[in-house]
């Protein structure tokens, strides 16, 4: 099922593994809950599937919130306009919001889909925007690969008011390219153990019944406790009728190997 597969957090305590991840981004939040919001140029890489899209999408969820609880930092249950909105659907066009007395304009690019147009176009915007904005490129290194990133140095470099969120699968020529001006952090993956729980949490939020206890420690293996991969087996499990994870559907999947 699609939505499985696209499975963003719905809070803090969702998250399965990376914990600087997590403290970062609630540092974040926390700032600008007593009205001291900066944003910080933030580098995240690992692999691919390993939480860092949908902790960033988190993220700007808790940041937008109308009603996001000050102490836990939970949003709410799409309660608010912003939330019922759901900022990280807009597409190109991005999204504005009042936070903290300031307009702050949301910009996501998906690098593996934007044409070499498409990103111009946006940089152009970005230049002229005059007010916050908050950039997020998502699985960066994709414009390496297609020769685009030369066009994210003097934006990146110069532009004021903005806070850069970048994702990547890979390093190298992107960390030279952010190194000065951006905070470097990098995916971690939870225990067996950890992540062994986090999947009989999905297994209930789905309804997906689970054959045996061994079954979810096999996948947690399997998937080399990676979020992504794990949720695409709980996808093929929840078409099932009834729905249900099995031990011979964990060891039959194929795990692709990261880009």
């Given at each position: 099922?699609?939505?499985?597969?696209?499975?963003?957090?719905?809070?803090?305590?969702?998250?399965?593994?990376?914990?600087?991840?997590?403290?970062?981004?609630?540092?974040?939040?926390?700032?600008?809950?007593?009205?001291?919001?900066?944003?910080?140029?933030?580098?995240?890489?690992?692999?691919?599937?390993?939480?860092?899209?949908?902790?960033?999408?988190?993220?700007?969820?808790?940041?937008?919130?109308?009603?996001?609880?000050?102490?836990?930092?939970?949003?709410?249950?799409?309660?608010?306009?912003?939330?019922?909105a759901d900022v990280n659907l807009f597409g190109l066009e991005g999204m504005h919001v009042r936070l903290q007395d300031r307009n702050?304009?949301?910009?996501?690019?998906?690098?593996?889909?934007?044409?070499?147009?498409?990103?111009?176009?946006?940089?152009?915007?970005?230049?002229?925007?005059?007010?916050?904005?908050?950039?997020?490129?998502?699985?960066?290194?994709?414009?390496?690969?297609?020769?685009?990133?030369?066009?994210?140095?003097?934006?990146?470099?110069?532009?004021?008011?903005?806070?850069?969120?970048?994702?990547?699968?890979?390093?190298?020529?992107?960390?030279?390219?952010?190194?000065?001006?951006?905070?470097?952090?990098?995916?971690?993956?939870?225990?067996?153990?950890?992540?062994?729980?986090?999947?009989?949490?999905?297994?209930?939020?789905?309804?997906?019944?689970?054959?045996?206890?061994?079954?979810?420690?096999?996948?947690a293996e399997r998937s080399n406790q990676s979020p992504g991969d794990a949720l695409q087996v709980l996808s093929r499990a929840a078409?099932?009728?009834?729905?249900?994870?099995?031990?011979?559907?964990?060891?039959?999947?194929?795990?692709?190997?990261?880009?």
């Amino acid at each position: 099922m699609t939505e499985i597969k696209r499975w963003i957090p719905n809070s803090w305590g969702d998250v399965v593994g990376n914990p600087d991840l997590v403290e970062h981004f609630q540092d974040i939040l926390h700032a600008s809950l007593d009205g001291e919001f900066q944003g910080l140029n933030t580098l995240v890489t690992g692999e691919s599937r390993s939480g860092k899209t949908s902790i960033v999408k988190l993220f700007i969820r808790c940041l937008y919130c109308d009603k996001l609880d000050r102490e836990t930092l939970t949003p709410c249950k799409f309660e608010c306009d912003n939330c019922r909105a759901d900022v990280n659907l807009f597409g190109l066009e991005g999204m504005h919001v009042r936070l903290q007395d300031r307009n702050i304009h949301y910009l996501p690019i998906d690098c593996t889909s934007v044409s070499e147009k498409d990103l111009k176009d946006r940089l152009v915007d970005l230049r002229d925007y005059g007010g916050f904005r908050i950039v997020f490129l998502d699985e960066a290194h994709r414009l390496v690969r297609r020769n685009m990133d030369e066009q994210l140095l003097k934006p990146s470099e110069e532009r004021a008011n903005t806070m850069w969120i970048v994702t990547s699968a890979v390093t190298g020529e992107l960390e030279k390219m952010f190194k000065r001006r951006f905070v470097r952090l990098q995916t971690e993956r939870a225990s067996v153990d950890d992540f062994s729980l986090w999947l009989t949490d999905r297994c209930h939020e789905f309804e997906i019944q689970i054959d045996e206890p061994s079954t979810i420690i096999r996948l947690a293996e399997r998937s080399n406790q990676s979020p992504g991969d794990a949720l695409q087996v709980l996808s093929r499990a929840a078409i099932k009728r009834p729905k249900q994870l099995t031990r011979k559907l964990v060891e039959s999947h194929h795990f692709e190997i990261n880009d």
